[in-house]
C-alpha cells in the first residue's frame, strides 16, 4: 500500500491542523493505520493508531485528549485532527499502516513520506 500524508504548516500555539493520509494500493480498509512523528534530533514517537474498522483507537499521553484520529475505509484515508498545538508538536509527522494497532514504528509494514508541523508564534 502506498501511503501519502498531507495538511502539515505553520500553526500558532493554540491553533489546530487535520492532517490526511491517502492511501492507495492493496486494500486499505485491511490495515490499521498509525501517526508518528519525529522532531530534530529526537526519536520517532507513537501519536496515535486506529484499528481497520475505527472501532478501536489508542493515543500517545501526550496528545490525549487534544488530538483525535479517524478514518474512512470509503475514501481511503486517514485523519489525524490536532487542536491546542503547542511547540511541542512541531515535527514532521508519518502516517504507517500496520496488521495491527501497534505504538512501536517498528511493527509497521508501510509508511508515508512525512509532513512538516511547525507551531510557532
Known amino acids: 500500500v502506498q501511503l501519502q500524508a498531507s495538511g502539515g504548516g505553520l500553526v500558532q500555539p493554540g491553533g489546530s491542523l487535520r492532517l490526511l493520509c491517502a492511501a492507495s494500493?492493496?486494500?486499505?480498509?485491511?490495515?490499521?493505520m498509525g501517526w508518528f512523528r519525529q522532531a530534530p534530533g529526537k526519536e520517532r514517537e507513537f501519536v496515535a493508531a486506529?484499528?481497520?474498522?475505527?472501532?478501536?483507537?489508542i493515543y500517545a499521553d501526550s496528545v490525549k485528549g487534544r488530538f483525535t484520529i479517524s478514518r474512512d475505509n470509503a475514501k481511503n484515508t486517514v485523519y489525524l485532527q490536532m487542536n491546542s498545538l503547542s511547540s511541542e508538536d512541531t515535527a514532521v509527522y508519518y502516517c504507517?499502516?500496520?496488521?495491527?494497532?501497534?505504538?512501536?514504528?517498528?511493527?509497521?509494514?508501510?509508511w508515508g513520506q512525512g509532513t512538516q508541523v511547525t507551531v510557532s508564534s
Open positions: 504507517a499502516a500496520g496488521s495491527r494497532t501497534y505504538t512501536d514504528h517498528v511493527r509497521y509494514d508501510y
Open positions: 494500493g492493496r486494500t486499505f480498509s485491511g490495515y490499521s
Open positions: 486506529i484499528s481497520w474498522n475505527g472501532g478501536s483507537t
